[in-house]
């Protein structure tokens, strides 16, 4: 069985999908983009203000879920230009001081709205 996790804290999917899944002690979030959901518009500045945006919308997630960023397990990170990896990096390093998930990295063509960067997880419940 598996039960839809949402939050009004989060940006609203701008498709047919939901924020995560939660399927017994696993956590399925959908991939993130850096909307500020106060605007609702990509945040302003380059890839480092946008990869803490999407740690943002994460975090809201997993709170919504009872978990924290520590839960997550893997992250695949998709970017629309792999010279932002470096930047990106540095950024995502602080999200995980400690003990950070098992990660992909790639670059795509092109991601929704225009956004430079893109992280979808998955996390494990206790």
Do not use: H, W
Not at 1 to 26: E, H, W
Not at 40 to 68: C, P, W
Request: aromatic share 8%; with cysteine.
């Amino acid at each position: 069985m598996s039960s839809v996790i949402f939050t009004d804290k989060a940006p609203l999917p701008i498709g047919p999908y939901c924020q995560a899944r939660k399927v017994g002690n696993l956590l399925f979030l959908s991939g993130q983009i850096p909307i500020d959901i106060a605007t609702k518009k990509l945040v302003e500045g380059g890839i480092k203000e946008q990869t803490a945006q999407v740690f943002r919308n994460i975090s809201a997630v997993l709170e919504a879920a009872g978990a924290k960023l520590e839960n997550i397990v893997k992250t695949t990170v998709l970017l629309a230009d792999m010279a932002d990896f470096g930047e990106m990096n540095g950024v995502y390093a602080t999200f995980f001081p400690s003990a950070p998930p098992a990660r992909s990295a790639f670059a795509v063509k092109q991601l929704p709205m225009g956004a430079m960067v893109e992280i979808e997880c998955i996390a494990a419940l206790e």
